[in-house]
């Protein structure tokens, strides 16, 4: 008997040792749960297979031609700008029309937004509030398609007017909608 109380202490203290008590270990559907929700996240984030990669990788060009126009609000810089906004306009109506419904509708508000910050190129303000409805298109497509948000981050300007939110793929804030007297303005922000 005494035998048997030593096996137990013993293999209850490589239980420990490994921590594998029963203290420390979550339930079995706690630990389910939480594969299901790596599992969906995981799916979430995988390419959708009804967007070929030539359309990625035009998706990848546009997100930087609308880079180049946030680096420049954020530098309080108009030199290119009208450029940036027509090639994203050119690259986004180029896109075929047979793209998932959950991505046509952000695709063609990113062109008619392009378009728009194209005309209102003259002036900062003028153009800053076109890139917020540019801004709202990216956000929108970008939730809608996880995968395409790889390597970006969004980020909101609670002083900002109108659309308060912007992407960029750097961590470090650029605030397109303050410029240089209040780049770092702006806290990170969810997709939704």
Not at 39 to 67: F, M, V
Not at 114 to 126: E, I, Q, R, V
Not at 138 to 151: C, M, N, Q, T, Y
């Amino acid at each position: 008997m005494k035998w048997v109380r030593v096996l137990l202490l013993a293999l209850a203290g490589m239980g420990a040792a490994a921590g594998c008590t029963s203290e420390k270990s979550q339930p079995a559907k706690a630990q389910a749960t939480k594969a299901e929700a790596a599992s969906e996240k995981a799916k979430a984030e995988a390419p959708s297979p009804s967007i070929e990669e030539s359309t990625r990788q035009s998706i990848s060009d546009a997100l930087a031609a609308y880079e180049r126009i946030r680096a420049l609000l954020a530098e309080d810089s108009m030199q290119g700008l009208a450029e940036a906004a027509e090639r994203l306009a050119s690259i986004t109506s180029g896109l075929p029309k047979n793209l998932p419904e959950s991505v046509r509708p952000h695709v063609d508000a990113i062109a008619a937004a392009a378009g728009k910050l194209k005309g209102n190129a003259s002036t900062l303000p003028d153009a800053r509030s076109s890139f917020g409805e540019l801004s709202r298109g990216v956000v929108a497509l970008l939730s809608a398609e996880p995968s395409l948000a790889k390597g970006q981050h969004v980020f909101e300007c609670g002083m900002a007017e109108g659309y308060k939110k912007w992407v960029q793929p750097s961590e470090t804030l650029g605030n397109p909608y303050m410029g240089t007297k209040m780049q770092n303005c702006g806290t990170a922000s969810s997709w939704e």
